[in-house]
């Protein structure tokens, strides 16, 4: 990766990194519902990407692993992951990894 995604600001920015969440999921309904500048942001481009949602963590996970994707999820699942599998990546403390 040339630049590092160090957080929600530069994944919002960017275009290269296809980003999303679990359908109909909190973290789905966070952004959806969030005011702020960032995750509105954030939320356009996932909702207007058309293919960033998915089904369940296991396919988030696959998509991490085999495409240019980052999965958004809730932080302790997002460790428990990570803990697992040395393959993924946490951004800084962030719900999301690539």
Do not use: H
């Not at 990407?49 to 958004?72: D, M, P």
């Not at 428990?80 to 999301?96: F, I, N, P």
């Amino acid at each position: 990766m040339e630049t590092p995604i160090e957080g929600a600001e530069d994944l919002s920015k960017q275009t290269k990194i296809r980003y999303g969440t679990l359908a109909k999921g909190s973290t789905m309904t966070f952004f959806n519902e969030s005011k702020i500048e960032t995750y509105e942001r954030m939320w356009k481009a996932m909702s207007d990407g058309g293919g960033t949602f998915v089904q369940n963590s296991r396919e988030g996970i696959q998509r991490v692993k085999s495409e240019v994707y980052a999965y958004l999820m809730e932080s302790s699942m997002l460790e428990y992951a990570v803990e697992r599998d040395c393959e993924l990546t946490q951004v800084r403390g962030w719900g999301s990894f690539s």
